[in-house]
């Protein structure tokens, strides 16, 4: 038996002694302290993330904060698991008109290396750093956008208007880092843990920072390991290698839950989505009628697709953007209902009549598409193109799948028009709800999309005009109907895009890790309130 | 002797030349704009086709292939393979570290190999048809036949998970090596006992080993002094291929068992189209078969005799 093991039987040996023996008492506070008690507090949790993506040269780099959170860095504000944004380094903040953000910062706070958070040192620390990056971010900084109002306050103004700088800067990449400090080669944030050791593409480790500001972790330390194949990262818990694994394939948590492992199920934060090739040059023209488009849509059923495919680890909603972001605008972009009569209806309003073997058929022509699977690969797809086979048809049309092996050979055929449907996996991890549809499907003036998806999937000028009020809306709530508007103009009636279902983060765990709170966006998961009971 | 090795490192320049020219091609005939794969990584979303543009002319991109090709040539001639688009570290440097991780399980592996194969072999040829011949044919045939992610998961599950002697991936202490050199080695094991059985069968029916068998010399010594050193030449060529492969970097295994060596570099360099990568490593692997070939051919002036008195008739 290997020593963890054995610690571990041995600790749980003398915790039920310590029950057993233990006497009543009357004192409510025992209850805290029995409880605190059962948490070991000198534990280290050992977690399984999927692959080591830190960028270390440039100012870029972000060991420890993205794509795995290791807490050592904070952010102004955090995103919580309900897609709202919550004080961190900031206390509070007010947007002052035209274009400026005003932060009151927390006060109190120092960077692990004994430097006192305050307005000069987030400029450096912070703003400065992230406009030294390529068009200064995801919040466009540059030099002259930070300034230091006093010692706690700080405005923040963006080089183009960009009334979602508080969405973005719950983001990881955007942490404050302590001046002087190397955030490639020893990160020095303000967060539950300080840095330890870095082992590129093995580990990494960090500790409880016992000067942090806020309520001290539970755990002395944390180790990432980083386990490229899921399988590797599955097996790893089975074996007691780690004690929590991110990206649980679907398939086996049935099998998990039944050794007695925990699963956490984050609300939506990713979906599965088709792009529909809306301008395609011949082979790739039929879906340039939105009918045929639309009868795609309703010829498919989500529900069996959740039950059958993804193992009812899903939903059926048709955002991109998860509804929990959308609040309660969500419920304005209505999609389309599975209705197999209709969507044949439509195809027969278009001109494609039932072949003889059952394969629609126009002017000669067969009603044969082809689905482009690769992003972020095609396992993690599968088997979601063979449903879609199957369901299409039902319809009369038949769905060629091509498999792309990574995700740059798919948005190259994206890019090249050389498809018909392009199915994928995105995920939101920031605050600002209208960040993806303003990036993938925008077209209107300003534009500073990828072109690859808008040159398939653009709505076209009404859904520009209606999202445009986006990117200057002050008021959340607006900003939320604003967006949720321009989607249903994509999704219902352009229907240039079908997402297909909502998609859940699903963590596995030993059943000895409490306080997990299962983020539906996977970098921003707090390891605060982690423990562990036992030895 | 030199005058040879001379003539072969001599002729290992066209060869890396025109693997060079092919790793070129090839990188640049994959699908995928490693410019654009750059930049979203960097920007954490789907790069902004502007920009996209203006990192194409920042790498280099925009300019005609060949004369790319030629720049990339003349700076890997002066030692520079460039710098990496993923990590904007040196390709060498990013080599340089990568291959102790890559010889800790090689070399290893390696061994391991040779040890299994040549007994094996030896004892399979030794009993032909029988028993023992039969259980090492199907257990090579079983070896080389199954896949090395399958193996590798199969083992984890047996002696990682079932049984607890191990762990599931990632370098610590000795019991670490354990799955990740046994799943490489049995690959090469299985092949090389094969061979190492027809090389034996040969040998043993050649006249010199009747003729030492008429002389009345115990078959512990005909088989190991006479037979088996023979046969050994062409398994020592089979069993060099083999180790440049191994230190060449193995992508999956290094990948399921988080090893962080050269064939999990190749494999996120062709993942992130990270052109300098790929060709720097398609040149260490290059060099690497070049030399371990070499070093193979040199090593049978040790084995054979007829190598050295050929060499020294050929001198003199």
């Not at chain 2, 090709?69 to 990013?94: F, I, K, M, N, Q």
């Not at chain 2, 762990?167 to 990740?180: E, M, N, T, W």
């Not at chain 2, 089979?238 to 999990?264: C, N, Q, S």
Request: net charge neutral.
């Amino acid at each position: 038996m290997r020593p963890a093991a054995r610690r571990l039987i041995a600790a749980l040996v003398l915790a039920l002694v310590a029950t057993a023996c233990g006497g009543g008492s009357d004192d409510p506070n025992d209850d805290v302290e029995n409880s605190s008690a059962r948490l070991n507090l000198d534990a280290e949790l050992r977690i399984g993330f999927t692959e080591d993506q830190y960028i270390l040269e440039g100012p870029d780099a972000n060991l420890g904060a993205y794509p795995a959170n290791t807490n050592v860095v904070e952010t102004l504000v955090y995103l919580n698991d309900r897609y709202e944004v919550v004080p961190r380094l900031a206390e509070s903040w007010e947007f002052r008109a035209p274009n400026t953000w005003r932060f009151h910062l927390r006060r109190g706070v120092r960077f692990h290396d004994g430097q006192a958070v305050n307005a000069q040192t987030i400029k450096t620390g912070l703003f400065d750093r992230v406009a030294a990056k390529r068009n200064g971010g995801t919040i466009r900084a540059t030099p002259q956008s930070a300034v230091v109002v006093d010692d706690y306050t700080i405005d923040y103004t963006a080089s183009v208007p960009n009334l979602r700088v508080v969405e973005q800067l719950v983001h990881p990449q955007n942490g404050a880092i302590a001046p002087g400090s190397d955030h490639g080669t020893k990160p020095v944030g303000t967060g539950p843990f300080r840095f330890v050791d870095y082992r590129p593409k093995e580990r990494i480790t960090v500790e409880r920072n016992e000067d942090y500001w806020g309520e001290k972790a539970l755990l002395r330390r944390l180790t990432f390991r980083f386990f490229p194949d899921r399988n590797a990262r599955l097996l790893a818990l089975q074996a007691g290698d780690i004690d929590l694994a991110y990206e649980i394939p679907r398939d086996d948590v049935a099998g998990l839950e039944s050794r007695g492992f925990t699963i956490a199920k984050s609300t939506v934060g990713a979906y599965r989505a088709i792009f529909m090739n809306s301008y395609g040059d011949e082979p790739y023209d039929i879906l340039r009628d939105v009918n045929v488009r639309k009868a795609i849509a309703m010829g498919i059923d989500r529900k069996k697709h959740v039950d059958g495919v993804l193992s009812g680890l899903a939903t059926t909603d048709q955002t991109f953007v998860p509804p929990a972001a959308l609040g309660a605008a969500a419920s304005v972009v209505k999609g389309h209902t599975y209705n197999l009569n209709e969507a044949r209806r439509l195809l027969d309003n278009a001109g494609w009549r039932a072949g003889s073997d059952g394969i629609r058929v126009k002017d000669g022509r067969r009603l044969k598409l082809e689905l482009v699977s690769g992003f972020p690969s095609a396992e993690v797809i599968r088997p979601s193109p063979t449903f879609l086979q199957a369901e299409l048809k039902n319809l009369g049309i038949e769905l060629e799948i091509v498999e792309r092996p990574d995700s740059a050979s798919f948005q190259d055929l994206m890019g090249r028009k050389q498809g018909d449907l392009f199915i994928e996996d995105g995920n939101q991890n920031d605050a600002n709800v209208g960040f993806l549809p303003v990036l993938l499907l925008y077209t209107g003036a300003g534009s500073s999309g990828t072109g690859v998806y808008q040159g398939i999937s653009a709505p076209g000028p009404r859904f520009n005009q209606l999202i445009e009020p986006a990117l200057t809306e002050p008021d959340h709530a607006r900003l939320q109907q604003i967006v949720a508007t321009a989607m249903n103009e994509a999704i219902t009636e352009q229907t240039t895009v079908m997402p297909l279902n909502g998609v859940f983060r699903i963590y596995g765990m030993k059943s000895s890790v409490t306080g997990f709170v299962p983020h539906p966006s996977f970098l921003n998961v707090s390891w605060l309130g982690v423990g562990v009971t036992g030895g | 002797m030199s005058g040879y090795a001379l003539r072969r490192v001599v002729l290992m320049v066209p060869t890396l030349l025109g693997l060079s020219f092919l790793a070129f091609g090839l990188a640049n005939l994959a699908p995928g704009d490693p410019a654009y794969q750059y930049l979203t990584r960097v920007l954490n979303q789907p790069a902004p086709a502007a920009e996209v543009e203006r990192v194409r002319e920042e790498l280099g991109l925009d300019r005609p292939l060949v004369t790319q090709y030629v720049d990339w040539l003349g700076d890997a001639l002066r030692g520079d393979l460039g710098v990496s688009y993923a990590t904007r570290r040196p390709v060498a440097t990013e080599i340089g570290h990568r291959i102790p991780y890559t010889l800790q399980l090689a070399i290893p592996a390696a061994l391991l190999a040779l040890m299994i194969a040549v007994p094996a072999g030896v004892v399979s040829a030794l009993y032909r048809g029988r028993l023992p011949d039969h259980v090492m044919r199907v257990a090579s045939l079983a070896g080389a036949s199954l896949p090395s992610f399958w193996l590798a998961l199969l083992l984890i599950l047996f002696f990682a998970v079932h049984l607890s002697l191990v762990p599931v991936a990632g370098r610590g202490g000795i019991d670490s090596y354990f799955l990740p050199t046994v799943t490489l080695a049995l690959g090469p094991a299985a092949v090389l006992a094969r061979f190492t059985r027809s090389t034996m069968l040969e040998a043993l029916g050649d006249d010199y080993v009747r003729t030492a068998r008429a002389k009345g010399l115990p078959a512990r010594l005909v088989v190991a002094r006479h037979a088996l050193r023979n046969a050994l030449i062409p398994v020592a060529t089979d069993f060099g291929t083999r180790l440049a492969h191994l230190v060449a970097g193995a992508v999956i295994v290094e990948t399921i068992f988080v090893w962080p060596g050269l064939g999990k570099l190749t494999l996120d360099a062709v993942t992130e189209r990270d052109f300098p990568m790929i060709q720097g490593m398609v040149l260490f692997a290059g060099v690497t078969v070049a030399v371990i070939n070499l070093l193979v051919d040199l090593s049978y002036t040790l084995i054979d005799a007829r190598v050295r008195v050929g060499t020294k008739a050929v001198a003199a």
